[in-house]
Every structure is written in structure tokens, then in C-alpha cells.
């Protein structure tokens, strides 16, 4: 199903080499401790929201773009959510190759160190039993956003490259 509900085009899941490194996956947290009465779905919307924040920055790589067929462009045209992605097309796994190198580095600092998961509880979670009682929309998706591109902006100044005194460059 669509964030919104619709029933995703093109269902059938990719096969995703399980060799990859990955950074995140649903099962790790509907497979623990996961609240009673919730869809597995649910244990990727954080996921998902970084997912199609990353397609919609052009942070991926063209292994997502490959992977994800025209579920790409629904996502980029907000026919579908990144968790629909996710669960579509990435067997529910977030790995290193779905990125560019600019959106690895930066996923490594920032969602690896829980930068991510405390911004994303701050800004939608605050007030739900859990995080991922989070609603999977497009709404929730535009309340993130901002914060996540203040973040790379953050990042990307504290490491683009020094400047040469000699040359200017």
C-alpha cells in the first residue's frame, strides 16, 4: 500500500545482494521489541522518510535509481512514500550502495550516530507511544525535511575542503 493508502504499482521486491553493509533495516526493529498491533511496515517509515529525503536531495546512487525502476520517479512525484520504496523494491534493507559518496559520508556522520533518530523523535515522535507509531505521509515527510537539509548544510561546511591561501581554491 501507498503512504496514502493506494496499493503500490509494481510490488514485486528486488532481490538485494545480502552481502551488502547495511545501515538499517525493517526487520531489525519489528524482529525485537516491537509494539503489539502494529503492521511490520511500520519498523521502516524512519527508514523510508530518510530514504526518499535522500532520493529527493539527488543523494543516491545509480544502484537506487536501478533497483527502484519507476518507483523512483513515484517517489519523487510523491505518488509513493520511501517506506513503499523500502519495502518494494529494497527488501527492507538501506544499504551503503543505495548512495552517492556525498550521501554515504554524510548518512555515516549523521545516521549512524543517532543524529537522525534523535532529530526524527524531536520532530514527530515527541507526542506517540513510540517512533514508530510515526504516520508514513508526505505531511509528516515535509515537518522532517527542513531539518535534515539544515543538517546537511551543517555537514557539508564543516567538511568541504580547506582552502589554499596560495591559490584561492
Not at 17 to 36: F, K, L
Not at 152 to 164: T, V
Request: charged share 25%; aromatic share 12%; glycine share 10%.
Amino acid at each position: 500500500m501507498g503512504g496514502d493508502g493506494r496499493q503500490v504499482r509494481g510490488v514485486a521486491s528486488a532481490k538485494v545482494d545480502c552481502s551488502m553493509a547495511n545501515i538499517d533495516r525493517a526487520d531489525w526493529h519489528y524482529g525485537g521489541n516491537y509494539p503489539a498491533g502494529l503492521p511490520p511496515e511500520n519498523a521502516g517509515t524512519h527508514i523510508g522518510m530518510y530514504l526518499a529525503w535522500i532520493v529527493h536531495r539527488n543523494l543516491g546512487s545509480k544502484e537506487l535509481a536501478q533497483l527502484s525502476g519507476d518507483t523512483y520517479s513515484w517517489v519523487l512525484s510523491r505518488e509513493v512514500t520511501g517506506r513503499d520504496l523500502l519495502f518494494t523494491k529494497l527488501d527492507e534493507k538501506f544499504f551503503y550502495q543505495l548512495l552517492s559518496p556525498e550521501g554515504e559520508a554524510f548518512t555515516r556522520s549523521y545516521y549512524e550516530s543517532n543524529g537522525y533518530a534523535n532529530d526524527y523523535d524531536r520532530v514527530l515522535g515527541a507526542d506517540l507511544p513510540s517512533l514508530y507509531h510515526v504516520k508514513d505521509t508526505w505531511e509528516n515527510f515535509d515537518k522532517l525535511a527542513p531539518v535534515l537539509d539544515e543538517r546537511l548544510a551543517a555537514w557539508r561546511a564543516l567538511n568541504k575542503a580547506p582552502i589554499d591561501p596560495l591559490s584561492g581554491e
